[in-house]
């Protein structure tokens, strides 16, 4: 009887051990995560990467794509890059842990499947009413899980792409987490070019960057301008890819032989140049006659490839840098692009209060104030000297709940008559001082039970304040609209004596 083996019938092993030279160690060691094969070859077998790719597609069950560790984790996103030997060109996959799904994308999140007995054993301390804070949620694994036990978890992740997946995880694993789900994600923005810094060219690309991310809940913290040199991009690339969530790059990405930004990419993360195909395709589609095209193609190895539109130029991707093209035509839709990939925070508001005064009459307030909402929102103030008559601009930036609060409490300590255009002039804040007071000062308490029986018995536009300025009219007044601010109503009706009032008040 004649015994045919072919190749399905021999083991990954043995399979590679007789293509291999005999003097290199068969590689054994992987990690299946979902659909991918992940490898870590050795610089030995390198040179063999593609067919031993091809054998681990072939002999791993479930396996449709495998990858090869190429770089070590560096950046705060910690994740490492990759490379593609077979298969699909598919990072995208699902894996199972503790009952719970996870989808991600591989090769922009930290997935480690060895930390799965480590999350197991940790969650089994926790009961309901525990409270967890998850400061390196990545896509989950250890959020979700102790979510599901009721534990009240707040979970980051400065990773925006983690993030993305972590809201999806929650959502599929049934766990409500959507209000403890944070992402803070810190944006820094390089700018190339010789003629930037010569200022034959003004840059509005800066701008239109930090209007989008801030209009996203996204800081841009850091901007700069760097010169055509190759060496200066490379290093500020690789300090910034190490401080910052995301990395922009403007510039230096065109056919001249001073379009370097690509080549200082490489360099900034030890990679190679070299022709991508599908970028390629899409350029030579785009200008099918001009082979100079190809130099628009060589980038560096391991890169993403994000399509914008059928009209605008591709940007590339390597770890979180992404590097757009210097010309606005084709920076903002790349910018808007990737901003919507982003988006997951909690946008930013913004207020602000312009008073007829200099910066110096305020100073002592608003260094109070900035002390007293420090880490919670940034208080701001900017000299105005475009109108006829200076003021000083005051901003508030945080989130909407926060500013309205601190606003009001602001509004309470800057004398009232200099606030220009004020709608509201008695505030929630100033009314709950007034009520805050009742409590502990019974004159005040039965001043109010009398207004508000007052109100009780009478319409509202059956009663009138009489006001000229004076002390005992203006507490009068103030105890008044904290009634009608408790009854909603909207305003009060007021006779102002002008014959006998107070140069304070006119």
Same mark, same amino acid.
């Given at each position: 009887?004649?015994?045919?083996?072919?190749?399905?019938?021999?083991?990954?092993?043995?399979? #590679?051990?007789?293509?291999?030279?005999?003097?290199?160690?068969?590689?054994?060691?992987?990690?299946?995560?979902?659909?991918?094969?992940?490898?870590?070859?050795?610089?030995?077998? #390198?040179?063999?990467?593609?067919?031993?790719?091809?054998?681990?597609?072939?002999?791993?069950?479930?396996?449709?794509?495998?990858?090869?560790?190429?770089?070590?984790?560096?950046?705060?996103?910690?994740?490492?890059?990759? &490379?593609?030997?077979?298969? &699909?060109?598919?990072?995208?996959?699902?894996?199972?842990?503790?009952?719970?799904?996870?989808?991600?994308?591989?090769?922009?999140?930290?997935?480690?499947?060895?930390?799965?007995?480590?999350?197991?054993?940790?969650?089994?301390?926790?009961?309901?009413?525990?409270?967890?804070?998850?400061?390196?949620?990545?896509?989950?694994?250890?959020?979700?899980?102790?979510?599901?036990?009721?534990?009240?978890?707040?979970?980051?992740?400065?990773?925006?792409?983690?993030?993305?997946?972590?809201?999806?995880?929650?959502?599929?694993?049934?766990?409500?987490?959507?209000?403890?789900?944070?992402?803070?994600?810190?944006?820094?923005?390089?700018?190339?070019?010789?003629?930037?810094?010569? =200022?034959?060219?003004?840059?509005?690309?800066?701008?239109?960057?930090?209007?989008?991310?801030?209009?996203?809940?996204?800081?841009?913290?850091?901007?700069?301008?760097?010169?055509?040199?190759?060496?200066?991009? @490379?290093?500020?690339?690789?300090?910034?890819?190490?401080?910052?969530?995301?990395?922009?790059?403007?510039?230096?990405?065109?056919?001249?032989?001073?379009?370097?930004?690509?080549?200082?990419?490489?360099?900034?993360?030890? #990679?190679?140049?070299?022709?991508?195909?599908?970028?390629?395709?899409?350029?030579?589609?785009?200008?099918?006659?001009?082979?100079?095209?190809?130099?628009? @193609?060589?980038?560096?190895?391991?890169?993403?490839?994000?399509?914008?539109?059928?009209?605008?130029?591709?940007?590339?991707?390597?770890?979180?840098?992404?590097?757009?093209? =210097?010309?606005?035509?084709?920076?903002?839709?790349?910018?808007?692009?990737?901003?919507?990939?982003?988006?997951?925070?909690?946008?930013?508001?913004?207020?602000?209060?312009?008073?007829?005064?200099?910066?110096?009459?305020?100073?002592?307030?608003?260094?109070?104030?900035?002390?007293?909402?420090?880490?919670?929102?940034?208080?701001?103030?900017?000299?105005?000297?475009?109108?006829?008559?200076?003021?000083?601009?005051?901003?508030?930036? =945080?989130?909407? &709940?926060?500013?309205?609060? @601190?606003?009001?409490?602001?509004?309470?300590?800057?004398?009232?008559?200099?606030?220009?255009?004020?709608?509201?002039?008695?505030?929630?804040?100033?009314?709950?001082?007034?009520?805050?007071?009742?409590?502990?000062?019974?004159?005040?308490?039965?001043? #109010?039970?009398?207004?508000?029986?007052?109100?009780?018995?009478?319409?509202?536009?059956?009663?009138?304040?009489?006001?000229?300025?004076?002390?005992?009219?203006?507490?009068?007044?103030?105890?008044?609209?904290?009634?009608?601010?408790?009854?909603?109503?909207?305003?009060?009706?007021?006779?102002?004596?002008?014959?006998?009032?107070?140069?304070?008040?006119?």
């Amino acid at each position: 009887m004649d015994i045919t083996l072919k190749y399905d019938n021999w083991r990954r092993d043995v399979t #590679l051990k007789s293509i291999l030279p005999e003097d290199i160690e068969v590689p054994t060691a992987y990690s299946l995560v979902g659909h991918i094969v992940q490898l870590n070859l050795r610089d030995v077998h #390198l040179p063999y990467k593609s067919i031993i790719g091809q054998i681990f597609l072939d002999k791993t069950a479930n396996a449709r794509t495998v990858v090869n560790k190429i770089d070590t984790i560096n950046t705060s996103f910690r994740y490492f890059a990759m &490379e593609i030997l077979a298969g &699909e060109r598919n990072t995208i996959t699902s894996a199972k842990e503790h009952g719970c799904t996870y989808q991600f994308d591989f090769a922009q999140v930290y997935w480690n499947p060895r930390l799965s007995t480590e999350h197991t054993r940790i969650i089994t301390f926790m009961t309901q009413g525990d409270i967890l804070y998850d400061v390196f949620a990545g896509v989950g694994p250890f959020a979700i899980p102790a979510a599901r036990k009721k534990v009240q978890v707040f979970a980051n992740d400065l990773n925006p792409e983690s993030y993305k997946w972590l809201q999806k995880n929650a959502f599929v694993n049934k766990s409500d987490m959507s209000q403890q789900i944070r992402h803070f994600c810190t944006v820094s923005l390089i700018v190339v070019g010789d003629e930037i810094l010569r =200022g034959q060219i003004i840059d509005t690309n800066t701008s239109y960057l930090a209007k989008n991310l801030t209009a996203a809940g996204i800081k841009l913290q850091k901007v700069i301008m760097v010169s055509d040199i190759v060496d200066n991009i @490379a290093k500020e690339i690789r300090n910034a890819s190490k401080q910052y969530s995301i990395v922009f790059t403007s510039g230096g990405v065109g056919p001249t032989h001073d379009d370097v930004t690509y080549e200082a990419v490489a360099k900034a993360f030890e #990679l190679k140049l070299e022709l991508n195909q599908e970028l390629f395709d899409i350029y030579t589609r785009m200008n099918p006659d001009q082979a100079e095209i190809k130099r628009l @193609a060589i980038v560096p190895n391991a890169c993403k490839i994000i399509i914008i539109d059928s009209e605008a130029f591709p940007v590339i991707n390597i770890k979180n840098v992404y590097v757009l093209p =210097g010309s606005p035509k084709y920076f903002k839709p790349a910018a808007d692009t990737i901003i919507s990939r982003l988006k997951g925070c909690t946008p930013f508001h913004f207020e602000h209060i312009d008073i007829a005064l200099n910066e110096l009459s305020i100073v002592n307030v608003l260094d109070k104030q900035a002390k007293r909402w420090d880490g919670k929102i940034k208080i701001g103030s900017y000299p105005q000297y475009e109108l006829q008559t200076p003021f000083t601009r005051i901003t508030l930036e =945080g989130p909407k &709940e926060t500013i309205a609060e @601190a606003k009001e409490e602001l509004l309470y300590h800057l004398p009232i008559q200099k606030i220009i255009n004020l709608k509201h002039k008695f505030s929630n804040f100033q009314m709950n001082i007034v009520l805050e007071n009742s409590k502990s000062e019974k004159h005040i308490k039965c001043a #109010l039970d009398i207004l508000n029986d007052c109100y009780e018995r009478y319409n509202q536009n059956e009663i009138f304040i009489s006001f000229n300025g004076g002390k005992d009219c203006t507490v009068v007044l103030h105890l008044a609209a904290t009634i009608a601010k408790l009854r909603n109503i909207s305003s009060l009706l007021c006779l102002y004596v002008t014959d006998d009032s107070f140069p304070e008040i006119d």
